[in-house]
């Protein structure tokens, strides 16, 4: 957490943050102060200064499955991605047919052990993450994997032709960086910390594309 120095108010009514020796302006809920800084301004007051990989307080974690290890270089982004929020998580081998024991296990305690919601990645039929689904009511992300001559379509329709009653959102093929979004959304409902480094994701991906349009704007000109 970012040490607070003083709180004012400027002429304009926003609240003003003295941290250390930089006057940082709050707009609404959160401020992005430049490349130097992050800071979140939260609902109640406190601020946040965003460190890649600080762990957030009071968030659940998040569970990763993938059918064989072959898939890790696949799903290994989303556990990066996880860790660069804060987010513990935890990563299981388990397939669906060969150990379905296995699979119901880490499934049906997830809640148990503290998890907010579950990633499952598999290729070829790819029932892992409807097999998951089924023991557990915990938000289930399925990630189709490449990994058969059909190019990960197969997984695909399995993942996300899920019946009426025990649904699967199913992320892109081999789109593993965007289930650990997604699951950090999720999270985020009842983290307002999360909610913080999210929006600051955003508007670091935003400020990256306005540097590269520049770049080729510099480029074009004359």
Same mark, same amino acid.
């Given at each position: 957490?970012?040490?607070?120095?003083?709180?004012? %108010?400027?002429?304009?009514?926003? =609240?003003?943050? !003295? $941290?250390?020796?930089? %006057?940082?302006?709050? /707009?609404?809920?959160?401020? $992005?102060?430049?490349?130097?800084?992050?800071?979140?301004?939260?609902?109640?007051? +406190?601020?946040?200064? &965003?460190?890649?990989?600080?762990?957030?307080?009071?968030?659940?974690?998040?569970?990763?499955?993938?059918?064989?290890?072959?898939?890790?270089?696949?799903?290994?982004?989303?556990?990066? /991605?996880?860790?660069? $929020?804060?987010?513990?998580?935890? =990563?299981?081998?388990?397939?669906?047919?060969?150990?379905? /024991?296995?699979?119901?296990? $880490?499934?049906?305690?997830?809640?148990?052990?503290?998890?907010?919601?579950?990633?499952?990645?598999? +290729?070829?039929?790819?029932?892992?993450?409807?097999?998951?689904?089924? &023991?557990?009511?915990?938000?289930? !992300?399925?990630?189709?994997?490449?990994?058969?001559?059909?190019?990960?379509?197969?997984?695909?329709?399995? !993942?996300?032709?899920?019946?009426?009653?025990?649904?699967?959102?199913?992320?892109?093929?081999?789109? *593993?960086?965007?289930?650990?979004? &997604?699951?950090?959304? !999720?999270?985020?409902?009842?983290?307002?910390?999360? *909610?913080?480094?999210?929006?600051?994701?955003? /508007?670091?991906? *935003?400020?990256?594309?306005?540097?590269? *349009?520049?770049?080729?704007?510099?480029?074009?000109?004359?």
């Amino acid at each position: 957490m970012a040490a607070l120095h003083r709180r004012d %108010k400027s002429p304009g009514g926003e =609240v003003l943050l !003295i $941290f250390r020796s930089a %006057k940082i302006l709050c /707009q609404g809920l959160y401020y $992005f102060p430049g490349n130097k800084k992050k800071i979140a301004c939260l609902p109640d007051g +406190g601020i946040v200064d &965003f460190v890649r990989g600080t762990k957030v307080k009071n968030v659940k974690k998040v569970a990763l499955i993938m059918g064989s290890d072959s898939d890790w270089p696949v799903l290994e982004p989303a556990v990066k /991605q996880l860790k660069d $929020f804060g987010i513990e998580s935890e =990563v299981l081998v388990a397939s669906a047919h060969r150990t379905p /024991q296995r699979v119901h296990d $880490f499934a049906a305690t997830a809640a148990e052990r503290g998890v907010g919601v579950i990633i499952a990645a598999a +290729g070829a039929a790819a029932h892992l993450a409807g097999v998951v689904a089924s &023991f557990t009511t915990l938000p289930v !992300i399925g990630v189709p994997i490449n990994s058969t001559s059909l190019g990960g379509i197969d997984a695909l329709l399995s !993942i996300s032709q899920m019946p009426a009653g025990i649904p699967v959102a199913t992320m892109a093929i081999n789109g *593993a960086k965007n289930a650990a979004l &997604f699951a950090a959304q !999720i999270l985020a409902l009842s983290n307002s910390e999360l *909610a913080a480094k999210l929006t600051l994701h955003r /508007q670091t991906m *935003a400020a990256e594309v306005e540097k590269k *349009a520049e770049k080729v704007a510099a480029m074009t000109k004359g």
